[in-house]
Nanobody, 125 residues
Framework: QVRLVESGGGLVQAGGSLRLSCAAS????????MGWFRQAPGKEREFVAAIRWSGGSTYYPDSVKGRFTISRDNAKNTVDLQMNNMKPEDTAIYYC??????????????????WGQGTQVTVSS
């Protein structure tokens, strides 16, 4: 069982930066692929970033590539999402997710077993 708690959301102007953090409780954090997803009002939850359990490879959709960076600290059981050059369309609730030994389909919500409660991110124009 893994419990995930996000923090760091808030209001930022377009072009600004924000850093989200997700703290995980439970054992074997290093064996979980960690992902970030977001959901805007009236839209489906969409993939934002993932970092693999082994090797630390990272994955991003084109919409955030070059602006967002995911990182993890296995010693602290945390995964962060650094968001730069933010745009109004980045406004959403951001969720942290975990999947045991996930090695493919990183962008699929169905592949993640554990989810945080979400944190609101608002980007003003």
């Amino acid at each position: 069982q893994v419990r995930l708690v996000e923090s760091g959301g808030g209001l930022v102007q377009a072009g600004g930066s924000l850093r989200l953090s997700c703290a995980a409780s439970g054992r074997s954090f290093s064996s979980y692929t960690m992902g970030w997803f977001r959901q805007a009002p009236g839209k489906e939850r969409e993939f934002v970033a993932a970092i693999r359990w082994s090797g630390g490879s990272t994955y991003y959709p084109d919409s955030v590539k070059g602006r967002f960076t995911i990182s993890r600290d296995n010693a602290k059981n945390t995964v962060d999402l650094q968001m730069n050059n933010m745009k109004p369309e980045d406004t959403a609730i951001y969720y942290c997710a975990a999947s045991w030994l996930l090695s493919s389909a990183y962008d699929s919500t169905a592949r993640y077993n554990y989810w945080g409660q979400g944190t609101q991110v608002t980007v003003s124009s």
